[in-house]
């Protein structure tokens, strides 16, 4: 059983869905629709609507949020619920650090006015 066959449990009202190519099952177009979503999928290589220039630029918008998985390691070093919790937010924490020196700072308002 694939992620696809429980996707409309997780589906929004609404909105975009940019997904991969295991979600361009029928089921799932019909659960778009039905919710008013715009399909993001990326076509598989044997279907007739493939458009490799739309799903170059589809996958381009979702590379900066699979990359964050991506990167993320499969084992962790400690054992218990509360050490892995706090191991897996401070990764977090060091990646949104890094990417804010990317963005670079003065490009973001740090203050409330």
């Known amino acids: ?16 869905v940019y ?32 458009n490799r220039d739309k799903d170059r630029w589809l996958s381009a918008i979702r590379a900066p949020y699979e990359r964050v998985f991506a990167h993320r390691n499969k084992k962790v070093r400690y054992r218990g619920l509360v050490k892995v919790q706090f191991q897996v937010g401070i990764r977090a924490l060091v990646f949104n650090l890094k990417r804010l020196m990317t963005l670079g700072v003065d490009r973001i308002t740090l203050c409330h006015t």
């Not at 059983?1 to 975009?16: E, K, L, R, S």
């Open 19 to 50: 997904a991969d190519k295991g979600y361009g099952l029928n089921p799932v177009k019909i659960t778009l629709k039905r919710k008013g979503c715009h399909d993001g999928t990326i076509k598989k290589n044997n279907m007739k609507e493939k």
């Open 1 to 16: 059983m694939t992620d696809a066959h429980g996707f409309q449990h997780v589906c929004p009202n609404g909105g975009a």
